[in-house]
């Protein structure tokens, strides 16, 4: 699982993320899809049009993580979901969460099980 940080995150947030990303990967152990590479001229996420802005290779897939503004606080903490599947597996997926949320979420004890939560949606549970 490959994060791209789509927005500024700081390293505590970073931090879960990549804790997330690390205890999917401990389940989830065997490749799933040949590496696949985009150009910035293939649109990756058609909700939002984002484009890499040079050859990207996903192997398995990649994650676009973003923290802005989605409602205010104690709303939606976030949403994901896939953008490409290939031979029935996600190889791009995408994570918004609320910044106005993050850092209760954080102070909580809560932001990586949120986390985690959303990834799971990106590779197509509840989706």
Do not use: W
């Not at 931090?15 to 696949?36: G, K, N």
């Not at 997926?93 to 102070?107: R, V």
């Amino acid at each position: 699982i490959q994060l791209v940080f789509r927005s500024a995150v700081t390293d505590a947030q970073r931090e879960l993320f990549e804790s997330a990303r690390l205890q999917l990967e401990s389940v989830i152990t065997a490749d799933t899809i040949a590496p696949e590479t985009f150009t910035p001229t293939d649109e990756i996420c058609f909700e939002d049009s984002f484009r890499f802005t040079e050859d990207y290779t996903v192997d398995d897939v990649v994650i676009l993580v973003d923290l802005s503004p989605i409602d205010g606080v104690g709303q939606t903490l976030g949403r994901a979901g896939p953008c490409q599947v290939k031979s029935s597996f996600v190889s791009v997926g995408t994570m918004e969460f609320d910044n106005a949320d993050i850092d209760n979420l954080i102070d909580g004890g809560t932001a990586q099980a949120v986390i985690l939560h959303e990834m799971l949606h990106v590779l197509g549970l509840g989706t």
